[in-house]
């Protein structure tokens, strides 16, 4: 049995991560902003005879961050799900950008991860993993326009993790970067490619087979190098 800790755990990718988890009979720590609206993720605690708990987590907030951590002793992987998608409308990020809601962004999408790693370096040891949900939009490949805070932030978070991947080596602490698909998800819409089932499933698997010769790769779900 594993312990795995899982952020973004109200929905989408992060719920569908909880649930597999805890049916392999994994424990699972889900850590969510606001649990009283996570009806879906309380039931699932609920039925799952102790192997998931819920626990509040603000990742843009340190306090919240670090109490979040309290309960628990040791980490076998760290999921990095949480974010936001910020701007959509081209025309206002180019002409007249809201940089109080950039700030906002940054905070969750690249300071956050760090954030958590840090608190949560304390309870991991060799062999221990962390997993950035990451994205294709934040690659130099990307052939379309928008989206600024979201790319931004993403590619930020993956060249920050690559470095704390190198940093990370002496301690035999695995960093991925994990592209987790196009996902069915509120943040995709209905009409994305694949089912948050099966990217959890890809992630996991994915996940387990992580080695350190990998240790600050960019990959897909499915275990392809994702391009730079």
Request: glycine share 8%.
């Amino acid at each position: 049995m594993a312990n795995i800790i899982i952020t973004g755990a109200s929905r989408g990718i992060g719920f569908e991560l909880v649930r597999q988890y805890a049916a392999a009979g994994d424990r699972v720590y889900a850590m969510c902003r606001d649990p009283e609206r996570g009806d879906a993720l309380r039931n699932l605690a609920q039925e799952s005879k102790g192997r998931v708990s819920v626990h509040k987590m603000d990742v843009g907030d340190d306090a919240s961050v670090r109490a979040a951590f309290e309960a628990i002793e040791d980490i076998d992987i760290l999921f990095n799900v949480a974010g936001v998608l910020g701007s959509v409308e081209p025309e206002l990020e180019v002409g007249a950008s809201d940089w109080a809601a950039w700030q906002d962004v940054f905070n969750i999408m690249t300071l956050g991860p760090l954030r958590v790693l840090q608190a949560a370096l304390p309870m991991m040891r060799a062999g221990s993993k962390v997993i950035n949900i990451t994205s294709q939009l934040a690659a130099s490949t990307w052939p379309y326009g928008g989206l600024y805070p979201y790319v931004a932030t993403k590619a930020a978070l993956n060249r920050m993790m690559r470095s704390v991947a190198i940093d990370l080596k002496p301690r035999d602490i695995v960093v991925g970067l994990l592209h987790p698909g196009y996902v069915r998800t509120d943040m995709s819409g209905p009409d994305a490619d694949i089912s948050p089932e099966e990217s959890a499933e890809g992630i996991r698997k994915v996940s387990a087979n992580w080695s350190m010769d990998r240790s600050g790769e960019f990959l897909k779900w499915d275990g392809e190098p994702h391009p730079w």
